[in-house]
C-alpha cells in the first residue's frame, strides 16, 4: 500500500466549475501536510500548506483530518489556469523532514 | 535567475554508460535531495544530505551515488546506467519560507533522463 493515496484522475471540469480532491496516507506519525502543484513536464512548486483548521488561499481550501488520515484540496471558481497535477504531500519530522509524495490528480479545466 | 538549476536538462544515454547529474543552488540551503518521478509513482527519494558531510540514502539509492561538492552543489552519478532508470530526476533543497513560517522545499526544473 503507497504511503500517500490519490485518485489520479483526470478530473475534467468546465471553467467556473468547484473541484474537490482528496488524498489518504497511512503513517499516523505524519507531521505536516502540503499541497503542491506540477505542471507538465515542470517541477512541483508549493501551492499551500495544510493546517488542522483547515486554511484558505484565495480559490483554494484545504482541510486535514487527521483522525481518518485525510486531506483535501477545494479549489472553486475553476481557471483555464488551473490545468496542472496537484501533489499531496506529507512530512514525518521523525525521519528528518522527508517528503512523501503522493502520485498526483491531475485537472484539466475546459473552456 | 533560478534559485535551483540542474544540468543537463535532457539527456539520452546507453546502457551501461556513466551519467552525472548536475545540481546547483544559490538559497544557502544546507538541506538537499534527489527525486525521481515515474509516471503515476509521484516523486521518490534517491538521496539526501543535510550538509556538506552529512549524506544518506533514501527510498531507492540502489544503482546511484551522490557527491555533496559544497553547500550549493549536490550531484547525483549513475554509474552504469540501466533502462529502467529512464525517469525525470528532480533536485531539490529546503530551507525556512518566512513567508509561511516554515521549512519548504524548493525544486529545480528537472533532468529528462532516457537510457537505450
Same mark, same amino acid.
Not at chain 1, 50 to 79: C, H, M, P, W
Not at chain 2, 25 to 32: F, L
Given at each position: 500500500?503507497?504511503?500517500?493515496? $490519490? ?29 503542491? &502543484? $506540477? ?19 484565495? &480559490?483554494?481550501?484545504? $482541510?486535514?483530518?487527521?483522525?481518518? $488520515? ?5 479549489? &472553486? ?35 | ?16 554508460? @556513466? ?5 546547483? +543552488? ?9 527525486? @525521481? ?11 539526501? /544530505? ?7 540514502? #533514501? ?15 549536490? /550531484?547525483?552519478?549513475?554509474? /552504469? ?13 529546503? #530551507? ?5 513560517? +516554515? ?14
Amino acid at each position: 500500500r503507497k504511503e500517500v493515496e $490519490q485518485d489520479p484522475g483526470p478530473f475534467n471540469v468546465p471553467e467556473g466549475a468547484t473541484v474537490a480532491f482528496n488524498c489518504t496516507y497511512s503513517n499516523s506519525a505524519s507531521q505536516s501536510f502540503f499541497w503542491y &502543484r $506540477q505542471d507538465c513536464r515542470k517541477e512541483p512548486k508549493l501551492l499551500m500548506s495544510v493546517y488542522s483548521s483547515g486554511n484558505e488561499d484565495g &480559490r483554494f481550501t484545504a $482541510q486535514l483530518n487527521r483522525a481518518s $488520515q485525510y486531506i483535501s484540496l477545494l479549489i &472553486r471558481d475553476s481557471k483555464l489556469s488551473d490545468s496542472a497535477t496537484y501533489l499531496c504531500v506529507v512530512n514525518y519530522w521523525g525521519a528528518g523532514n522527508m517528503l512523501t509524495f503522493g502520485g498526483g490528480t491531475r485537472l484539466m479545466v475546459k473552456p | 535567475d533560478a534559485d535551483v538549476t540542474q544540468t543537463p536538462r535532457n539527456r539520452i544515454t546507453k546502457t551501461g554508460k @556513466r551519467i552525472m547529474l548536475e545540481c546547483s +543552488q544559490t538559497k544557502g540551503h544546507d538541506r538537499m535531495y534527489w527525486y @525521481r518521478q515515474d509516471p503515476g509513482l509521484g516523486l521518490r527519494l534517491i538521496y539526501y /544530505s543535510f550538509d556538506v558531510k552529512d549524506i544518506n540514502k #533514501g527510498e531507492i539509492s540502489d544503482g546511484y551515488s551522490v557527491s555533496r561538492q559544497a553547500q550549493a552543489k549536490f /550531484s547525483l552519478s549513475l554509474e /552504469s546506467a540501466i533502462p529502467n532508470q529512464t525517469a525525470l530526476y528532480f533536485c531539490a533543497t529546503s #530551507g525556512p519560507d518566512r513567508d509561511r513560517g +516554515q521549512e519548504t522545499q524548493y525544486f529545480g526544473p528537472g533532468t529528462r533522463l532516457l537510457v537505450l
